[in-house]
C-alpha cells in the first residue's frame, strides 16, 4: 500500500506537469505525456492483475475486489452511475448459471441387447442437475443441420458427424428442432477425451439462456459396433452424397447426465460522463474485467491466472482513457463505459447488457472495445477489427491517417471479430469496432496467444506498454470526435 500510494503520488505530479501541454500529433506525443500515460496504466494493471484479485473470475472474492476498483476510479475521474437504476447504482445484475460435469453414461439397445458404452468411449453432459433420457428412438443426420426438418428429429435421439469448426453450431440448429438429445460422433477415443478435457472446468452460461440440452459424445466405432459395420459404413458414404435425408435408426439409446450446478448473480460495472446535448446519442466503451481465476496446471506453485494482458491491460486503458476524456469535456455526447463480466464464457456480459440496456441501442453512434492491449510495441500497426461493418470506417481512418498511423494485416484483425464483445453489439446494429496495436498482424499477437494466452504466466512481467499507450492516444482523438456532433453528425454521417 505504500509504495502504490508513492507511485501515485509521482503519478499525479507527471500529470500535473504535463497538463498544460498542447496536444502533439498521435505519431509524436511529447515523452512526458507517454510516460504519464504508461505510469496510469501500470498501476492499474498491477491492481487488477494482482494475486490480491485472484484472477477476477466471476462469482468469487476476485470480482468484488474488481468490481469495487473500477467503480472507485470511475468515480475519481466524475464519472457517475451509468445504470439509469436508482435501486442499482454502477452495477448491472448479469444473471449466470455454473455447472460442472459429475457423471454420465451412454447405452443403446437393439433388439433384445443392451450395450453400455464404456467410459473411455462415451460422454455426456447437462447443464441442470441431471437429465435422463431412455429407450429414445434415434436418427441419423450425418453432417446435415438447416436442412433437417423438425418432424425428422423431435422427440428422437439425434445423431451427428463431428466437424472441426462447425459441430457447435450444428448442434445449436438441430436443438431448436426439439430432440431429446443429440449424440455426437467422433474419431476416437482420443477425442473422447478431447471432449472430457474441454468440459472438464466450471462453464458459466446466461440464466435466461438455459436450455434443456443433452449432449453426448461417443467414437466411430461404437457406432460401428452398435450399427454393425456394414450398417455404420453405408451411413457414413449416403451422408457423403448430395441426395441424402436423415435416417431412422434401428437402435434406441439411454443417456444419462448429472452435473454439480449453482446460480449467482455477477455484474456489469457501468460508468456515464453526461453529455452537453441528451438526446444527440451516446459513445460507448467497454472492456471486460473478468478472466478464469486459478487455471494453472494441477500441482503448480502459481496456479492464479492473473491475466495482466487479458484483461487487466483493456480496462486500464479504458479507465485512463475515462480520466482524460473527464478532464477534457464536456462533450457534445455522453460517454458511457462498460466493464464487463463473463466475456471469457462467451461474451455472457455483453449479451447480458444488450438484453438489458443501460441506454436505447440505436443511440449509441459510436462502441469502442478494448481487449488484451498490452502486446504491441510502440509505432506498431493498427489492427481494425471491424472494418468494412460500421458506417465509422472513414472516421477511423482519416485519425489514423492524421496521427501517421498504419494499418496492419487486415484479414488477420477479421479473424477476431466474432470472438471479442464488440460482436454482440454489432449483431444487433450497433457500431462497434476494436482498433488496437495488438490485433495489426500474427507477428505482434501470435507469441502471446502461443505462450501465455489463458494461462498462468499471464504475468505483470510480460507486458508491452508502448502500443498500449499509441492505443490510448489514437482513441483519445476517436472518442472526441465520435462524441462531437460536429465531426460526427449521425450514426451514418
Known amino acids: 500500500m505504500t ?3 508513492a507511485r501515485t503520488g509521482l503519478l499525479i505530479a507527471a500529470l500535473l506537469a504535463v497538463a498544460g501541454c498542447a496536444r502533439a500529433p498521435l505519431a509524436t506525443a511529447p515523452p512526458p505525456v507517454r510516460a504519464a500515460i504508461e505510469a496510469s496504466l501500470m498501476r492499474d494493471i498491477e491492481v487488477l492483475a494482482s494475486d490480491e484479485y485472484g484472477g477476477r473470475r466471476p462469482g ?5 475486489r474488481t468490481l469495487a476498483y473500477i467503480t472507485e476510479e470511475l468515480q475519481k475521474a466524475g464519472l457517475v452511475s451509468g445504470t439509469n437504476d ?3 447504482a454502477w452495477r448491472a445484475p448479469v444473471e449466470l448459471i455454473a455447472t460442472e460435469p459429475a457423471s454420465s453414461r451412454l447405452a443403446f439397445r437393439r433388439g433384445s441387447n443392451i450395450v453400455e458404452i464404456a467410459e473411455e468411449k462415451s460422454a455426456a453432459y447437462t447443464s441442470r442437475r441431471r437429465a435422463l433420457i431412455e429407450e429414445a428412438e434415434m436418427v441419423f443426420v450425418g453432417r446435415l443441420a438447416e436442412e433437417v426438418s423438425e418432424e425428422d428429429v423431435t422427440g428422437r435421439a439425434v ?4 466437424e472441426p469448426g462447425v459441430s457447435q453450431i450444428r448442434r445449436r440448429i438441430l436443438f431448436e428442432k426439439n430432440p431429446v438429445a443429440i449424440i455426437t460422433v467422433v474419431e ?3 477425442a473422447i477425451a478431447d471432449t472430457r478435457n474441454g468440459f472438464a472446468r466450471e462453464r458459466f452460461l446466461l440464466a435466461k439462456d438455459e436450455t434443456q ?7 466411430m466405432q461404437t457406432m460401428s459396433d452398435v450399427l ?5 459404413e453405408d451411413l457414413l458414404q449416403q451422408a457423403d452424397t448430395a441426395s441424402f435425408i436423415p435416417q431412422p435408426l434401428d437402435v434406441t439409446a439411454s443417456i444419462e447426465a448429472t452435473s454439480i450446478r449453482r446460480e449467482f448473480t455477477s455484474y456489469n460495472v457501468i460508468g456515464l460522463l453526461p453529455g452537453r446535448l441528451p438526446q444527440s446519442g451516446a459513445v460507448l466503451l467497454l472492456a471486460h474485467w473478468d478472466h478464469f481465476g486459478e487455471c494453472g496446471e494441477e500441482g503448480a506453485e502459481d496456479r492464479i491466472c492473473n491475466g495482466a494482458v487479458d484483461n487487466a491491460s483493456g480496462v486500464a486503458l479504458m479507465l485512463e482513457l475515462a480520466r482524460r476524456l473527464a478532464a477534457s469535456g464536456p462533450h457534445d455526447r455522453a460517454i458511457y463505459v462498460l466493464a464487463t463480466s463473463a466475456e471469457e464464457a462467451g461474451l455472457l456480459g455483453a449479451k447480458a447488457f444488450v438484453a438489458a440496456p443501460a441506454l436505447p441501442l440505436d443511440s449509441i453512434v459510436a462502441a469502442f472495445n478494448f481487449d488484451t492491449v498490452a502486446v504491441a510495441p510502440e509505432g506498431s500497426a493498427v489492427g481494425f477489427v471491424g472494418e468494412g461493418r460500421t458506417p465509422l470506417d472513414s472516421l477511423i481512418k482519416d485519425v489514423l491517417s492524421e496521427g501517421q498511423r498504419d494499418l496492419g494485416n487486415p484479414a488477420f484483425a477479421e479473424s477476431f471479430v466474432q470472438r471479442q464483445d464488440g460482436w454482440v453489439l454489432l449483431e444487433q446494429g450497433v457500431p462497434a469496432v476494436m482498433v488496437s496495436t495488438a490485433f495489426s498482424s500474427e507477428i505482434v499477437l501470435g507469441p502471446f496467444l502461443s505462450s501465455d494466452y489463458h494461462r498462468a504466466s499471464d504475468e505483470i512481467a510480460k507486458i508491452e506498454l508502448g502500443g498500449a499507450v499509441d492505443d490510448l492516444l489514437l482513441h483519445e482523438e476517436l472518442v ?3 462524441a462531437s456532433t460536429a465531426s460526427l453528425p449521425s450514426v451514418g454521417g
Not at 159 to 162: I, N
Open 86 to 88: 436508482p435501486g442499482s
Open 188 to 190: 476416437d477415443e482420443a
Open 228 to 232: 454393425r459395420p456394414e450398417v455404420w
Open 3 to 5: 509504495q502504490l500510494g
Open 213 to 219: 440440452n443433452l449432449s453426448a459424445y461417443t467414437t
Open 159 to 162: 445423431v451427428m458427424l463431428a
Open 60 to 64: 468469487t472474492l476476485g470480482e468484488e
Open 480 to 482: 472526441k470526435r465520435a
